[in-house]
């Protein structure tokens, strides 16, 4: 079963404007990751974020964390077309790895040239 | 680049048949994960081999089997295959130490079609 819900399913803006994914989850986390996939090859890491942390920040990515909401949101600042691709969170309960890694569905970002 | 590789790229195998996939994890990881990704879906967790033993399984029937070597590649292996079994397989290699896994590196995939 799928832990996390993306938010929205698809975006679609113009190249230049930021983009918003929110992501949520149902159980207590030891962390959570945010990876991109483009055209279904195999996924590439973009950022963690633990449990005791809020905000997260590594280039052009702003990561937020809000544990009693079970949330996260990915943002994007100034959006590239080489930006288009699908967008997962992804959660680990324990840090052991034990559970693997709990995925939602993603968020197809388009970014119009 | 992440290091990670895996083989076949892509294969094709007929209901009933079985189908072993390959994976080679980054250098200086200790533990390979698989995952299942229907096409329109999220990957979902098959089982983690840590020290060439079973270390975490997901929601998945005994006919999906593993192996991880001591240089820690490792092997999915999908007996009897049925039509849903029709997916992206993607490994991914971490590193455990002080029971704290650290971030999963995923490799290629190898898309695998059922007829």
């Known amino acids: 079963s799928q832990q996390g819900e993306e938010d929205p399913q698809a975006l679609s803006i113009q190249e230049g404007e930021n983009a918003t994914m929110n992501c949520s989850y149902k159980?207590?986390?030891?962390?959570l990751q945010w990876y991109r996939q483009n055209s279904g090859r195999g996924l590439v890491h973009l950022i963690l974020i633990r449990s005791n942390e809020r905000e997260k920040h590594s280039g052009r990515l702003r990561v937020t964390l809000d544990t009693s909401k079970k949330s996260s949101s990915l943002l994007i600042t100034a959006s590239r077309a080489a930006d288009t691709a699908s967008y997962f969170c992804a959660t680990d309960a324990r840090g052991g790895g034990a559970d693997g890694l709990t995925f939602g569905k993603g968020t197809h970002l388009i970014i119009q040239p | 680049e992440t290091g990670v590789t895996q083989s076949p790229t892509h294969l094709i195998k007929t209901r009933g048949q079985q189908v072993t996939l390959r994976c080679s994890s980054q250098?200086?990881?200790?533990?390979v994960s698989w995952y299942q990704q229907a096409l329109g879906q999220g990957p979902q967790f098959i089982f983690q081999y840590y020290r060439e033993e079973e270390n975490g399984r997901g929601n998945f029937p005994p006919r999906f089997s593993g192996l991880q070597f001591p240089n820690y590649s490792s092997e999915l292996n999908v007996n009897a295959l049925e039509l849903d079994d029709s997916a992206l397989y993607l490994c991914?290699?971490?590193?455990?130490?002080?029971?704290?896994?650290?971030?999963?590196?995923f490799g290629p995939g190898t898309r695998l079609l059922v007829l």
């Open positions: 159980t207590s986390i030891n962390n």
């Open positions: 250098s200086g990881h200790n533990t």
């Open positions: 991914a290699s971490s590193s455990i130490a002080g029971g704290h896994q650290e971030t999963q590196y």
